[in-house]
């Protein structure tokens, strides 16, 4: 009897450590750099579903401030078949900007890649967010990254 349980468990434990991937240990915690610079956070809520968030600097000449984030996203591996893990992702959330003469607020629009390592319990990812600023002053923004987390 032992043998069989063995015999069965074995290439389960095998198969099941070929196959992991940064978001199984749901929680991530990384860098990102570009307009804003500065920490990033992902929660996985579910295979294709996570929180992302954002505590960071914006170094733009015109816009220099202290930027926070948090979106939700939804992930798409069907655009990349031939790569492991390559997910298109799209998703929408806030951003407050705060600098010595101004605190503003507003609506994100989130696309990007992510890349999630078999290797490691990390992703690296691309992203552009489009930000329409409501208050004080509308206007359109533009937030774009490149970060890396890792999963705990």
């Known amino acids: 009897m032992k043998k069989l349980v063995l015999f069965l468990l074995v290439p ?15 929680f991530g915690l990384g860098v990102m ?12 809520v579910s295979e294709d579903n996570a929180f992302d968030f954002g505590l960071a600097y914006s170094f733009v000449e ?7 984030h948090a979106d939700y996203l ?36 989130v696309a990007g890649l992510d890349l999630m390592l078999k290797q490691a319990p990390v992703d690296i990812f691309l992203e552009i967010a489009p930000v329409f600023k409501l208050v004080p002053s509308t ?8 970060g890396a987390r890792y999963y705990f």
Request: charged fraction near 20%; charge should be positive; hydrophobic fraction near 35%.
């Open 12 to 26: 389960l434990l095998f198969i099941s450590l070929g196959k992991s991937y940064a978001q199984e240990n749901k």
């Open 33 to 44: 750099v570009g307009a804003p610079t500065g920490i990033s956070a992902k929660y996985w």
């Open 62 to 68: 015109t816009h220099n401030a202290l930027s926070i």
């Open 74 to 109: 939804y992930h798409e591996n069907r655009w990349f078949p031939k790569f492991d893990r390559l997910d298109f992702y799209y998703g929408y959330g806030v951003r407050i900007r705060a600098n010595s003469d101004q605190t503003s607020l507003g609506l994100r629009g």
């Open 139 to 146: 206007a359109l923004n533009l937030d774009c990254s490149l």
